[in-house]
């Protein structure tokens, strides 16, 4: 008898639902488009990837904007794992940001074999004349 208490017609869902998204769109947009204090200057952590100024900057903003978005959920431990993967990651972006690329090139995506294998030649068919009957 407690599972039917608990449950909701679709009525009621459905009436639950359009209050939602309207007061969703009731939101002020100073919420939703804040921009995150800016933080303090970052503090060197032992064994992170020294950065340029720019690269620095980009990889303090992501880690701002992460703060802003699920900091209520991360706890001291979890911001630093966070910071130092940002910083790690920064790393790797500005390899690949040096690679050279144009707009004409092709994607890298093709598979090359490891190992070469024959080629086999095709067998030519058998050329005999035709019978007349």
Same mark, same amino acid.
């Given at each position: 008898?407690? !599972?039917?208490?608990?449950?909701?017609?679709?009525?009621?869902? &459905?009436?639950? %639902?359009?209050? @939602?998204?309207?007061?969703?769109?009731?939101?002020?947009?100073?919420?939703?488009?804040?921009? +995150?204090? #800016?933080?303090?200057?970052?503090? /060197?952590?032992?064994?992170?990837?020294?950065?340029?100024? %720019?690269?620095?900057? /980009?990889? $303090?903003?992501?880690?701002?904007?992460?703060?802003?978005?699920?900091?209520?959920?991360?706890?001291? $431990?979890?911001?630093?794992?966070?910071?130092?993967?940002?910083? =790690?990651?920064? !790393?790797?972006? $500005?390899?690949?940001?040096?690679?050279?690329? /144009?707009?004409? $090139?092709? +994607?890298?995506?093709?598979?090359? #074999? @490891?190992? !070469?294998? /024959?080629?086999?030649?095709? !067998?030519?068919? &058998?050329? =005999? #004349?035709?019978?007349?009957?």
């Amino acid at each position: 008898m407690n !599972e039917k208490k608990n449950r909701i017609s679709r009525r009621q869902f &459905a009436r639950r %639902a359009a209050l @939602l998204s309207a007061t969703a769109s009731l939101t002020p947009a100073v919420n939703v488009f804040a921009v +995150p204090a #800016p933080a303090a200057p970052a503090q /060197e952590t032992p064994g992170a990837p020294k950065l340029s100024p %720019a690269s620095q900057a /980009e990889a $303090d903003a992501r880690y701002q904007q992460i703060l802003a978005q699920y900091g209520s959920r991360l706890n001291a $431990d979890d911001k630093a794992i966070v910071k130092q993967a940002n910083a =790690t990651l920064q !790393e790797s972006l $500005d390899h690949i940001r040096a690679f050279p690329l /144009e707009n004409g $090139d092709g +994607p890298a995506l093709y598979l090359k #074999p @490891l190992v !070469e294998r /024959e080629k086999k030649k095709p !067998e030519t068919p &058998a050329t =005999t #004349p035709p019978k007349k009957v």
